[in-house]
């Protein structure tokens, strides 16, 4: 029950947020703080451990980390080399300050040290497990992943992005949340494979703005609005859909070698 409290009140929040543009703050302060402190405390309150949402210092934690580090900051290089290679977008490099460059880099990886450690642990963690105790696990990564991806709409609204290819991000991020839900569930409800992935996403991605200044040759309904670009557009989706299945087929042959994580 408290659970579908917490997740109704992410969707008005959102809904709020996209309606009233003077209250854009609901989403962000509902999705960063409101969320992970409702979800501590349903999950306390169950008397469950801390750690099993998702954070325990297990063996393998920092092979695993590491792992999802080189495998997420190799994705946006992939969505940049092969658009270049199609020739849907160009790229140039953006001259600035060595010094400017520290302070952005050290500002983004503290943003995104937490963001996306309370991401991992709200929609991974505790939605996953929470709603997989009511309903059978795939309809609970699926509901998890949609509700994570919901969080974004209020910025893809403010962005511009018109309500077509906002559809599109949405399918974009729920195949993203389906990967990150799977390197959860096939390490042994670990956070630190998804957690390691989405950092690097996140990073990959803020380091290749910074040093490149990319132009769009394709449509936008391809290569997405460039303020969320690729993930509202069909690249995204097919590209988040081929990545889901090879990580499906990794897991799979892992699992037939008895190599994989329990």
Same mark, same amino acid.
């Given at each position: 029950?408290?659970?579908?409290?917490?997740?109704?009140? $992410?969707?008005?929040?959102?809904?709020? $947020?996209? *309606?009233?543009?003077?209250?854009?703050?609901?989403?962000?302060?509902?999705?960063?703080?409101?969320?992970?402190?409702?979800?501590?405390?349903?999950?306390?309150?169950?008397?469950?451990?801390?750690?099993?949402?998702?954070?325990?210092?297990?063996?393998?934690?920092?092979?695993?980390?590491? *792992?999802?580090? @080189?495998?997420?900051?190799?994705?946006?290089?992939?969505?940049?080399? =092969?658009?270049?290679?199609?020739? !849907?977008?160009?790229?140039?490099?953006?001259?600035?300050?060595?010094?400017?460059? @520290?302070?952005?880099?050290?500002?983004?990886?503290?943003?995104?040290?937490?963001?996306?450690?309370?991401?991992?642990? =709200?929609?991974?963690?505790?939605?996953?497990?929470?709603?997989?105790?009511?309903?059978?696990?795939?309809?609970? @990564?699926?509901?998890?992943?949609?509700?994570?991806?919901?969080?974004?709409?209020?910025?893809?609204?403010?962005?511009?992005?018109? *309500?077509?290819?906002?559809?599109?991000?949405?399918?974009?991020?729920?195949?993203?949340? =389906?990967?990150?839900?799977?390197?959860?569930?096939?390490?042994?409800?670990?956070?630190?494979?998804?957690?390691?992935?989405?950092?690097?996403?996140?990073?990959?991605?803020?380091?290749?703005? !910074?040093?490149?200044?990319?132009?769009?040759? *394709?449509?936008?309904?391809?290569?997405?609005?460039?303020?969320?670009?690729?993930?509202?557009?069909?690249?995204?989706?097919?590209? !988040?859909?081929?990545?889901?299945?090879?990580?499906?087929?990794?897991?799979? =042959?892992? $699992?037939?070698?008895?190599?994989?994580?329990?």
């Amino acid at each position: 029950m408290f659970t579908l409290v917490l997740a109704f009140m $992410a969707l008005i929040a959102v809904v709020l $947020a996209v *309606a009233f543009p003077s209250l854009a703050w609901l989403s962000p302060l509902t999705f960063v703080l409101l969320l992970p402190l409702g979800a501590i405390w349903i999950w306390r309150r169950d008397g469950r451990a801390f750690a099993d949402l998702g954070y325990r210092l297990s063996a393998g934690w920092l092979r695993r980390l590491a *792992a999802g580090l @080189v495998f997420g900051l190799v994705i946006p290089v992939l969505f940049t080399v =092969v658009p270049v290679l199609g020739g !849907w977008i160009t790229v140039a490099p953006r001259t600035e300050s060595p010094g400017d460059f @520290v302070l952005y880099l050290l500002l983004t990886m503290l943003k995104m040290f937490f963001i996306v450690g309370i991401e991992e642990l =709200v929609f991974r963690g505790f939605f996953i497990q929470t709603l997989g105790r009511k309903i059978p696990l795939a309809p609970a @990564v699926i509901l998890a992943s949609l509700l994570w991806a919901t969080g974004h709409i209020a910025s893809m609204a403010a962005s511009g992005i018109p *309500a077509g290819q906002i559809a599109i991000g949405m399918i974009t991020f729920i195949f993203w949340g =389906v990967a990150l839900s799977m390197g959860f569930l096939k390490t042994g409800k670990s956070l630190w494979l998804p957690y390691g992935i989405h950092f690097g996403i996140n990073i990959g991605s803020s380091l290749l703005g !910074w040093f490149l200044i990319t132009t769009p040759n *394709a449509p936008q309904w391809w290569m997405g609005h460039p303020s969320f670009m690729p993930e509202t557009g069909w690249i995204g989706v097919i590209g !988040w859909g081929i990545l889901v299945l090879g990580m499906h087929a990794c897991f799979a =042959v892992l $699992a037939r070698k008895g190599l994989r994580e329990k």
